[in-house]
């Protein structure tokens, strides 16, 4: 006898919740998506050389960001004070060296964003790497791979990454001398986010272990080795997919955690050297110009404001994405 | 009962003495105990034997812990027997590491129909794994043996295309045995196929698993706790207690005149059942 055929179900539900999560992750992508694009995509023109008339003179010109007019110093916004007469030259107004707070700002988001993602991008990939094959292996592998984890754990990671970034400006000071200035920044920012990176995983690798040891229980992994899926199909079909989710909410967790490393880094003053900005730097400067004389506040609010402002976005993309990728709320 | 159309063998009792498709001798699962000095051990499964042949359902009962589960994942080769010997179609199987085409004669079927599926990949592709990792077919061929299977288990063709969540837990199970049966095996292991559903859909899923049977010529182990569901479906049946077989034949015999203490104390505990015919 041949069973009956049973009728599709024609109407599909959402839970509820998830076009409040869609909404707001949609404007935080926008918001993350216009930094993005504003900060990144200036980087020609923040970088571009001032003036230079003449081809051989251009070489010695400063970029647009660290050209500093010491006439115009720590001038504020030209829309908040009435007496500025630079002719509406500073939207952000200057710092203590009359360097445009905009233009920095702009570079300086580019860095930090770029650190942040780059940063994220490596403990991610270090720490999904890691914590996978930890519980997939299982037994003494994984006892011998955790317990270098806990060992790297109990060491202060800022400690690491500062003797990392000292380390290697010692080398770069020591054996690149004649390296150009500009390759020195980007030994300096790519040591800084292989650092941040390099730290971080360590969270990323244990939350990816627990998850594989229990996906690793579930009957369909079960069922899978009763069929016979090859352990390399079992591991990027079954395994991998299933961990999208803690992957995707870390990740953007991470990005956030690594852009604020950088900041206090660049307060400290072993992370973005000067005169290279990062809104972690900026805002440092703003608050050493704080004072009861004068407050400069435009030098701290705004770089404060753009952190703060990608900071909740990327948290509201964060949220977005695991909704998204929640197969229980697709149709 | 109509036999099945492929070439499978002649059920039990048509030779002079026919080969079982399953011969388990003195099987033992011993588990190390996590913490506990060397040589202390679960006795999981502590010397269980019995036959199966083709075609044939075998219940295991028995209370909850008492091994039966470790049985059915340790024939599969899903845990590493202690001891013992487990012979298919007379021929002595590894325990663990076992060849294609060892796997294709055996499956299971799990509990949890929920957790038994892949959230992440949609019906089709769990139905098509099995047979693309053991090269059956491919392309369209594929599509068509999915879609076959799917009507098969009493589901639409279209199912194919959504994932797990979508479906009532009566409709996974039916996933499941859809892809336990992609790989055309000889032996089932079903450990509590319906344990986990409610009443009307349980008889549903029994009917479609003696079906089934009725069409592939399958053998079962059926493992269960359920003796009504035994009661049910099952030619034989064994009670096991404490990781050993106690008492094992025919069903009437086992469920009507129980000889061991622990099978009476089992039906006991069964109040709404009441034996075929009596």
């Known amino acids: 006898m041949p069973p009956m055929p049973q009728t599709p179900p024609t109407l599909t539900t959402r839970p509820r919740g998830v076009r409040s999560s869609r909404i707001s992750g949609r404007i935080g992508a926008a918001v993350v998506a216009l930094m993005l694009l504003v900060c990144l995509g200036s980087l020609p023109f923040t970088l571009a050389r001032v003036g230079g008339a003449a081809p051989g003179e251009e070489a010695t010109m400063p970029r647009r960001f660290e050209a500093s007019d010491l006439d115009a110093a720590l001038r504020p916004p030209f829309w908040a004070d009435g007496v500025s007469d630079d002719g509406g030259r500073h939207v952000l107004g200057t710092d203590r060296l009359g360097r445009d707070l905009f233009v920095r700002a702009l570079a300086g988001g580019g860095i930090s964003l770029s650190i942040g993602i780059a940063a994220a991008l490596v403990a991610v990939v270090i720490g999904t790497l890691y914590g996978s094959i930890a519980g997939f292996c299982g037994g003494r592998v994984d006892e011998a791979m955790m317990r270098i984890v806990d060992i790297l754990y109990g060491l202060p990671n800022i400690l690491l990454v500062v003797l990392l970034a000292v380390a290697v400006d010692g080398l770069t000071a020591r054996f690149g001398a004649d390296l150009a200035p500009g390759v020195r920044q980007i030994i300096n920012v790519v040591t800084l986010l292989v650092a ?28 899978c080795r009763a069929i016979g899926v090859p352990v390399r199909r079992q591991f990027t079909r079954h395994l991998l997919p299933n961990l999208m989710g803690p992957i995707v909410v870390y990740a953007t967790l991470t990005v956030p955690a690594a852009i604020l490393s950088e900041s206090f880094l660049s307060f400290l003053g072993i992370g973005v050297k000067e005169p290279l900005a990062s809104w972690g730097s900026l805002a440092a400067d703003g608050l050493n110009e704080l004072n009861v004389v004068h407050s400069r506040w435009w030098l701290l609010l705004f770089p404060c404001v753009l952190l703060g402002v990608t900071l909740l976005a990327l948290n509201f993309v964060g949220e977005g994405l695991r909704a998204w990728a929640d197969p229980k709320r697709r149709a | 009962m109509t036999r099945s159309t492929l070439s499978r063998p002649a059920p039990a009792g048509s030779g002079a003495t026919p080969v079982p498709l399953l011969e388990v001798r003195d099987l033992k699962v011993h588990f190390p105990l996590r913490g506990g000095r060397r040589g202390h051990v679960v006795r999981a499964v502590d010397g269980v034997s019995f036959d199966l042949a083709v075609g044939e359902t075998l219940g295991l009962v028995g209370e909850s812990g008492c091994g039966k589960t470790t049985v059915g994942r340790a024939l599969l080769g899903l845990v590493s027997p202690t001891a013992g010997r487990v012979r298919y179609r007379g021929e002595t199987l590894p325990p663990r590491r076992r060849a294609p085409a060892l796997r294709r004669a055996m499956q299971i079927v799990f509990q949890d129909p929920t957790a038994s599926l892949n959230p992440r990949m949609r019906v089709g592709q769990i139905l098509a794994e099995p047979m693309l990792v053991h090269r059956i077919a491919r392309g369209a061929e594929l599509t068509t043996l999915v879609n076959d299977l799917l009507v098969r288990c009493g589901l639409w063709t279209g199912a194919a295309d959504r994932y797990p969540h979508a479906f009532s ?110």
């Open chain 1, 196 to 223: 941040i990176g390099g730290v971080t995983w360590l969270t990323m690798a244990r939350v990816i272990r627990g998850q594989v040891l229990s996906l690793k229980q579930l009957p369909f992994m079960e069922a």
């Open chain 2, 169 to 278: 837990g009566g409709q996974r199970q039916r996933i499941a045995i859809a892809r336990a049966l992609a790989l055309r095996p000889d032996l089932i292991v079903c450990d509590e196929p319906t344990s986990a559903l409610d009443v009307s859909i349980q008889s549903q899923i029994l009917n479609l698993l003696s079906d089934l049977q009725d069409e592939f010529g399958l053998s079962y182990l059926f493992i269960s706790h359920d003796m009504a569901v035994v009661n049910h479906l099952c030619d034989r049946v064994a009670v096991m207690n404490a990781g050993k077989i106690v008492e094992i034949g025919p069903r009437d015999r086992v469920i009507r005149t129980p000889t061991h203490e622990y099978t009476r104390t089992l039906l006991a505990a069964c109040p709404e059942l009441r034996p075929r015919g009596g």
